[in-house]
C-alpha cells in the first residue's frame, strides 16, 4: 500500500482522484463556492455519519439559540415582575443542612459556601462555589467544634441554558472550521521551509518579550503553579514552532519537552493523590474529559484516528497508570517500604511493557482499536516507550518533595546566618558542580546524536535536563518568586494549542503549512498564529464550561445528562442515516 493508498483508507482522494472530480470544478467554476477544484477536497460532498450527526446537532443547538431569544426578548416589550430572590438573580442556589441525610451517604455533609460578593473568582471571571464535604460522625464534629473536612475544593458551577446554548454554537462553529480547514478542503497548503537564523531570532524575541513585559512575582515555594504552567508554556511553543518551521535540528530537544510533559503528569497527579486522597469516580471522570472531550470531538469531525493526537493518548494512559498506583493498596501510601515496592512493581512493569519485545504490543491488542494508527500498535508503542520511565520519575520528585524542599529551606537559612554562611553556599556549590557536569555530558554526548541513535537512549537519559532544570530554575529564593507570565497563560491551554496546530495552524498532519495570505510568508505566520491562538483559547473555556455541565458532583445528574446526550446523538445519527438513504447526500 502506498502512501496515498494510506490517505484513501482514512476518507481523503488522491491527486488524481481529485483532478477528475468534475463536481469540485462545478462548484468553483458556475457556483463559486470553492476557491479552487485542486484545494478542496471531495469528502465535503461526501460526510460521513458522524459528521452529519454532530453538523445536525450544531444546527438544533442554534435553532434553539434563536428561538430562546426570541422568547427572552418579549421582555422589551412586556416587562415583567421579577420575584427571585437575590441568591437566585446571582445563580446561586441556598443550601441549608440539618443533618447528614442531605446527601447519598448518611456521614458525609455536602456544605455548599457560597461568595455572593464575587470576592472568591475563578480565572475565567465567574465565582466558583466551594464544597466542602464533612463526616458529621468525627470526634470533633460530635462535640460541636470545627469539623474535619474530607475534600476541599472549587467546583464550577454548570452554565445556565442559554449559556450551554451560545457555547455550543461556539465550539460548533470551530469544529466546522476545523473542517473546512483540515488537510487542503478550502486553503491552499505551503511547504515548509527551515532558517535556523530566523527560527532563532523568533525565539529570541520572544522570550525578551515575555521577560520584558510579563514578569510577575509569584510564591517562592518550589515548583510553583505559576512556574510548572511558565515550564509548559515555553516549551509548548518550541514544540509547535519546531513544526511549523521543519526545525528538524532541534529534534533531540522537543524529544526532553515531551518527557518533561510526562514528567509533569507523574508529578502532578501524585501530588494530588498524597494529599488529597480523592479517587472517587467524580475525580476520574473530570480528568478524562479534560484530556479526551476535545480530541474525540476533533477525531469525529475531521474523521482522523485517535493516535493522531498521540500527546493525549499519552497522558491519559499515565494518568491511569497513576491513578492505579495510589488507589490500589492505598493503605500502603503512608508507609515508606512499602512506597518502595509499589514503586519497584511500578518500574519493573513498565520495564516488561517497554523494553521486552513483542510484550506491549500483545497486551494492548485488545485496545487496537483506540491506540492503533493504520492498523498497526507501532505507533504507540513507539511514542509511550520513547518515555515510559519519566512518569515514574515525576511520581518520586513528588514523593520526596517535602525532602528537598526542607533541603532548600535549610540551606538559605544557613546562608541567611552570617555564621553558617559558608556551609550553605559551599552545599550549593558542590549540587551545582554536580548537575553542570551532568548538563554538559548529557548535552556533548547524548543529545548530539542521530536522531535514530538518540531515541534508543532517550527513555533511560531524558531525567539528566529534567532533573538539572528543575534545580537551577529554583535554586535561589529570588528565581523561584518571579515567572513570566505569557508562558504561563501559554501553559494552561497546550491541550488546546496541541489539537488546533494539526488543523489550523499547519496541515497534512503538520508536514505543511496553511496559508491564508499568499506570497506572504512572514504576515501569513502572524495571521495564522493569532486565529490559532485565540481558537485555542476560547477552545479550552468551552471545555471547562461543558465539564462544569456534563460532570457536577452529584453522579445521579451526571448519568442523566449522559443519557440525554447519547438519546440525542442517537437520533442525530438516525437522521443522518435517513439522509443519505434518500439520496440528499
Not at 252 to 271: D, E, H, K, L, Q
Not at 302 to 331: K, P
Request: a positive charge; aromatic letters at 16%.
Amino acid at each position: 500500500m502506498n502512501f496515498y493508498s494510506k490517505f484513501q483508507v482514512r476518507g481523503h482522494r488522491t491527486p488524481r482522484e481529485a483532478s477528475q472530480e468534475t463536481a469540485m470544478t462545478i462548484l468553483h467554476e458556475r457556483m463559486g463556492l470553492l476557491p479552487d477544484p485542486t484545494v478542496a477536497s471531495v469528502n465535503t460532498l461526501k460526510p460521513t455519519l458522524m459528521q452529519l450527526a454532530f453538523f445536525y446537532l450544531w444546527i438544533t443547538a442554534i435553532v434553539i439559540s434563536i428561538l430562546r431569544l426570541l422568547y427572552n426578548s418579549r421582555t422589551w416589550f412586556f416587562p415583567t415582575t421579577d420575584s427571585n430572590t437575590e441568591s437566585e438573580q446571582n445563580g446561586f442556589v441556598e443550601v441549608k443542612v440539618s443533618d447528614g441525610n442531605v446527601t447519598s451517604t448518611p456521614e458525609v455533609v455536602t456544605v455548599v459556601v457560597e461568595d455572593k460578593k464575587q470576592t472568591n473568582s475563578s480565572e475565567d471571571g465567574k465565582v466558583a462555589i466551594a464544597v466542602k464535604e464533612i463526616n458529621v460522625n468525627s470526634p470533633k464534629a460530635k462535640d460541636g467544634n470545627e469539623p474535619v473536612a474530607k475534600t476541599f475544593s472549587k467546583v464550577k458551577p454548570s452554565p445556565k441554558l442559554d449559556d450551554l446554548l451560545k457555547y455550543l454554537v461556539v465550539f460548533g462553529g470551530i469544529l466546522l472550521y476545523f473542517y473546512l480547514c483540515d488537510y487542503d478542503h478550502i486553503f491552499p497548503r505551503h511547504d515548509r521551509t527551515y532558517s535556523r537564523d530566523l527560527f532563532l531570532f523568533l525565539c529570541f524575541l520572544l522570550f525578551a518579550v515575555a521577560g520584558g513585559f510579563t514578569l510577575k512575582p509569584c510564591t517562592s515555594t518550589i515548583l510553583n503553579r505559576d512556574q510548572t504552567e511558565e515550564w509548559k508554556g515555553w516549551m509548548q511553543v518550541m514544540f509547535v514552532w519546531y513544526h511549523y518551521y521543519a526545525a528538524k535540528e532541534t529534534y533531540n530537544y522537543i524529544r526532553i519537552f515531551i518527557a518533561c510533559y510526562v514528567w509533569m503528569t507523574g508529578f502532578g497527579n501524585f501530588s494530588f493523590f498524597w494529599v488529597r486522597k480523592d479517587y472517587s469516580l467524580w475525580r476520574l471522570l473530570k480528568m478524562l474529559f479534560r484530556l479526551n472531550f476535545l480530541v474525540l470531538c476533533v477525531c469525529v469531525v475531521t474523521n482522523n484516528e485517535y493516535m493522531l493526537y498521540y500527546i493525549c493518548a499519552m497522558h491519559t494512559y499515565w494518568f491511569l497508570s497513576v491513578y492505579a498506583f495510589m488507589r490500589i493498596l492505598s493503605s500502603w501510601n503512608e508507609h515508606r517500604w512499602k512506597m518502595a515496592a509499589k514503586f519497584l512493581v511500578y518500574f519493573v512493569c513498565n520495564t516488561v511493557l517497554f523494553d521486552i519485545p513483542h510484550v506491549g504490543e500483545t497486551l494492548f491488542t485488545p485496545f487496537s482499536f483506540v491506540l492503533g494508527y493504520k492498523g498497526s500498535m507501532h505507533e504507540w508503542m513507539f511514542r509511550a516507550g520513547l518515555d515510559h520511565h519519566a512518569t515514574l520519575l515525576g511520581m518520586l520528585c513528588a514523593y520526596n518533595y517535602p525532602n528537598y524542599e526542607k533541603l532548600l529551606n535549610y540551606l538559605e537559612k544557613k546562608f541567611a546566618d552570617p555564621n553558617e554562611q559558608r556551609l550553605a553556599v559551599m552545599i550549593k556549590l558542590v549540587l551545582t558542580t554536580v548537575f553542570s557536569v551532568a548538563a554538559v555530558i548529557w548535552y556533548t554526548s547524548i543529545a548530539s546524536k542521530e536522531k535514530f541513535e538518540y531515541n534508543a537512549i532517550h527513555p533511560y537519559t531524558s531525567w539528566i535536563p529534567i532533573l538539572s532544570y528543575i534545580f537551577f530554575r529554583n535554586l535561589f529564593p529570588l528565581m523561584r518568586s518571579y515567572h513570566l507570565d505569557l508562558f504561563a497563560w501559554l501553559g494552561k491551554i497546550t491541550l488546546e494549542t496541541y489539537i488546533s496546530q494539526l488543523h489550523v495552524y499547519m496541515q497534512d498532519n503538520a508536514r505543511q503549512l496553511i496559508v491564508y495570505i499568499p506570497d506572504y510568508p512572514l504576515m501569513n505566520f502572524v495571521v495564522a498564529t493569532v486565529i490559532y491562538i485565540m481558537i485555542s483559547y476560547i477552545l479550552f473555556h468551552l471545555t471547562t464550561e461543558f465539564s462544569a455541565y456534563l460532570l457536577p458532583k452529584d453522579l445521579k445528574v451526571v448519568l442523566k445528562k449522559v443519557t440525554v446526550l447519547t438519546i440525542l446523538i442517537c437520533l442525530a445519527m438516525l437522521l443522518a442515516f435517513a439522509t443519505r438513504e434518500v439520496g440528499m447526500l
